[in-house]
């Protein structure tokens, strides 16, 4: 541990951990997909931070837009009109869906679905909502208690009314069926849930576009038309919660888009800003804004709009579309799915290998018979095992990357080259031998 490490265990806490167990990222500074620690190593950031820093590091055109706001005006009243928040609603309403065109901004992806979850029970007078067993949707109360993750058990009791419906992991079917002979017997469920809860005492439905840490489980391409159906029939909102696979991740600029599906509320965080300030926004259909026309929108927070967030949020968007990033994310799906191919082919620990764009997720088996996975559901990686020592080699090798549970997640920024993925790739191959061949 160095001095500057030191100096600030002291004082502040790390997440999600016991702080004598956390492992911090030393980042002094970086550029691209690449970034330095303090000690000057050079790391390939596969996780792209914690999947938010989807532009890249080091974009001087997202800095120097944060900083020229700080200057001009840093500090404003929630409710305060300036350009750079009149500039951010443009620029969503240019990549959301059609419809979807009004905005609440605030400060993380969890405190988006916690605005989301207030407008929903107020638009529809409902007050139980249903979402997925296994999905994170952030660490607030109402946010935790839609997460399905055990990282909700220590905040139980948690909200009262999230009802849950099962996954679309097709390679471990919840209900043991193969696709496509399953008839998406995950999508069927929902209106079994749906009819069990009472309809017209549901609010709305939560889904990941991609179920994000919880896996990427790339769903079927009836699913998600098929619980945008079975919510229109019982006049249920479908809530698309982006924060993970919004902004490009996938190939396109949200991925509910790759079935053609028109959700009633978008939620998003992470690379709206590429991780360079905080914000989340809530997408609200336009007819549904409308409601709040007349109505008070009781939803609010001091740092809502925040002028450095709306000013970091429109340099990042035009910048995923003057250098083309969302396309790049498309083709280097392309490029990590044929990699991910190849690893597959060559090591028999992994058992599944499943990407939409560049997010990509190498599932890790003890025997590929049994499935049987390397590390158990919401188990340690601990210290002398395989995965342990897989974590190990990827860390030798300079990859920042995560390992959680079984799952090996591949999620480089959206600026990668072609050369870099398959630089990237082939330390993961190496990696692999070292520990499994
Ligand atoms: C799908 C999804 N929703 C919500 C969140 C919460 O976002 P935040 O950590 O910004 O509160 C996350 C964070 O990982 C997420 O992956």
């Given at each position: 541990m160095n001095e500057l490490e030191a100096r600030q265990r002291k004082h502040i806490l790390f997440t999600w951990t016991a702080q004598n167990a956390a492992a911090p990222v030393r980042i002094k500074g970086g550029q691209g997909i690449w970034f330095e620690d303090h000690d000057g190593r050079r790391w390939m950031d596969f996780e792209s931070q914690v999947f938010n820093c989807n532009a890249g590091h080091g974009q001087r055109r997202i800095g120097e837009a944060i900083a020229e706001q700080a200057l001009t005006l840093a500090c404003a009243h929630p409710n305060a009109v300036f350009e750079a928040k009149a500039a951010l609603g443009e620029r969503l309403a240019a990549v959301t869906p059609p419809g979807l065109d009004r905005f609440f901004l605030c400060l993380s992806g969890a405190e988006a679905n916690e605005n989301a979850l207030k407008m929903a029970r107020a638009l529809t007078g409902r007050?139980?909502?249903?979402?997925?067993?296994?999905?994170?949707?952030?660490?607030?109360?109402?946010?935790?208690?839609?997460?399905?993750?055990?990282?909700r058990w220590p905040s139980e009791p948690d909200m009262w009314g999230v009802q849950r419906i099962e996954d679309p992991f097709c390679y471990r079917c919840p209900f043991g069926q193969t696709y496509p002979g399953c008839g998406v017997r995950c999508a069927e469920h929902l209106e079994h849930v749906v009819q069990m809860e009472g309809p017209d005492r549901i609010a709305a439905v939560f889904l990941e576009g991609v179920a994000g840490a919880n896996g990427g489980f790339v769903p079927p391409p009836e699913y998600w038309p098929r619980m945008r159906e079975i919510c229109d029939r019982y006049g249920i909102l479908l809530v698309a919660d982006e924060v993970f696979t919004g902004f490009g991740r996938t190939g396109k600029w949200f991925a509910h888009q790759h079935w053609n599906?028109?959700?009633?509320?978008?939620?998003?965080?992470?690379g709206i800003t590429s991780g360079y300030a905080p914000l989340g926004a809530v997408a609200v259909r336009h007819d549904l804004a409308a409601k709040f026309d007349e109505r008070v929108l009781q939803c609010g927070l001091t740092h809502h709009a925040h002028?450095?967030?709306?000013?970091?949020a429109v340099a990042t968007i035009d910048l995923y579309h003057d250098t083309k990033m969302v396309e790049n994310a498309a083709h280097q799906g392309e490029v990590l799915a044929a990699g991910f191919a190849a690893l597959k082919a060559k090591h028999p620990v992994i058992g599944d290998a499943r990407n939409l764009g560049l997010f990509g997720v190498l599932e890790l088996v003890t025997d590929r018979e049994t499935r049987e996975p390397l590390v158990p559901y919401n188990g340690a990686i601990k210290p002398g095992t395989q995965a342990a020592r897989l974590k190990a080699a990827l860390t030798a090798r300079g990859l920042h990357i995560l390992l959680r549970w079984n799952y090996l997640f591949v999620a480089p920024p959206l600026c990668i080259t072609d050369e870099e993925m398959k630089l990237g790739l082939s330390l993961i191959d190496e990696a692999l031998t070292e520990v499994f061949a």
């Open positions: 007050s139980k909502v249903i979402a997925r067993r296994r999905s994170y949707h952030g660490a607030s109360m109402g946010a935790s208690s839609l997460t399905g993750d055990p990282r599906v028109v959700p009633d509320i978008i939620t998003m965080g992470k002028p450095i967030s709306c000013a970091a």
